[in-house]
């Protein structure tokens, strides 16, 4: 398991030596997981942001999107609230992700376009089945990010993501909801789920993604 990264007082220098470990990650194995590596003070607003959300702004998900949307307890239970700029802490992490977006674009030439992004919030015993973010060639999103807004999280409280390596894995890596953790994976390649927790688990889930616009035709974030 990797290490909590370590803090710096140059905010820049830490977001770049941060980003090129991920970009690191990405490149040996698809996928990377940092303990505590959101800087602080973007992860105390989006936790403070998130707490006091009206339960009412928050909607059932579900799966799909536009005409294919479907809400479906089969799969999920969590329920969310997507991320605007209309909020200092909305500001603050859509600005962080859109540093991270030109640097992993000049490193590892993925053409992210835009990006996507929501609250979740999972209340005792809520789950998200096993799954895929992008099935190959059929969908823009290319890379998957997850962070966790839960303080004092321990082992026994459960809610672990549980990235699996291909559809035949059935252990695959857990996934602990420590505040702060950041995740990345390619959205066509891992499987996923979320498991159920014995107390409110809260999380952001967000997408980076190529433009699929086709003859005009928009292809909008969300």
Same mark, same amino acid.
């Given at each position: 398991?990797?290490? !909590?990264?370590? !803090?710096?007082?140059?905010?820049?220098?830490?977001?770049?030596?941060?980003?090129?470990?991920?970009?690191?990650?990405?490149? @040996?194995?698809?996928?990377?997981? /940092?303990?505590?590596? #959101? =800087?602080?003070?973007?992860?105390?607003?989006?936790?403070?942001?998130?707490?006091?959300?009206?339960?009412?702004?928050?909607?059932?998900?579900?799966?799909?999107?536009?005409?294919d949307?479907?809400?479906? $307890?089969?799969?999920?239970?969590?329920?969310?609230?997507?991320?605007?700029? $209309?909020?200092d802490?909305?500001? !603050?992490?859509?600005?962080?992700?859109? @540093? #991270?977006? +030109?640097?992993?674009?000049? /490193?590892?030439?993925?053409?992210?376009?835009?990006?996507?992004? &929501?609250?979740? &919030?999972?209340?005792?015993?809520?789950?998200? !089945?096993?799954? +895929?973010?992008?099935?190959?060639? $059929?969908?823009? +999103? *290319?890379?998957?990010?997850?962070?966790?807004?839960?303080?004092?999280w321990? &082992?026994?409280?459960?809610?672990?993501?549980?990235?699996?390596?291909?559809?035949?894995? /059935?252990?695959?890596?857990?996934?602990?909801?420590?505040?702060?953790? #950041? *995740?990345?994976?390619l959205?066509? $390649?891992? =499987?996923?789920?979320v #498991? =159920?927790?014995?107390?409110?688990?809260?999380?952001?889930?967000?997408?980076?993604?190529?433009?699929?616009?086709?003859?005009?035709?928009?292809? =909008?974030?969300?």
């Amino acid at each position: 398991m990797l290490k !909590k990264f370590p !803090k710096a007082s140059d905010g820049n220098t830490f977001d770049e030596t941060l980003f090129g470990l991920i970009a690191d990650d990405l490149e @040996k194995q698809g996928y990377s997981i /940092r303990h505590g590596a #959101l =800087p602080d003070d973007i992860s105390s607003s989006l936790y403070s942001y998130q707490q006091d959300l009206n339960a009412a702004k928050y909607a059932d998900a579900g799966i799909g999107r536009g005409e294919d949307f479907l809400k479906t $307890e089969f799969v999920r239970t969590d329920e969310i609230f997507w991320i605007v700029e $209309e909020s200092d802490a909305g500001k !603050k992490w859509i600005d962080w992700t859109s @540093k #991270l977006q +030109r640097f992993l674009n000049q /490193r590892l030439f993925l053409g992210l376009f835009s990006f996507e992004s &929501h609250f979740a &919030h999972y209340a005792p015993g809520a789950y998200y !089945k096993r799954h +895929r973010d992008a099935f190959r060639g $059929e969908a823009n +999103r *290319v890379l998957s990010v997850v962070t966790y807004l839960n303080p004092a999280w321990g &082992h026994s409280d459960g809610g672990e993501l549980v990235l699996y390596s291909d559809d035949q894995d /059935r252990e695959g890596l857990k996934v602990v909801p420590l505040y702060g953790t #950041l *995740v990345f994976f390619l959205s066509e $390649e891992f =499987p996923h789920e979320v #498991l =159920p927790a014995t107390r409110d688990r809260y999380s952001i889930a967000g997408w980076f993604r190529v433009n699929n616009s086709i003859n005009n035709n928009i292809d =909008p974030p969300r």
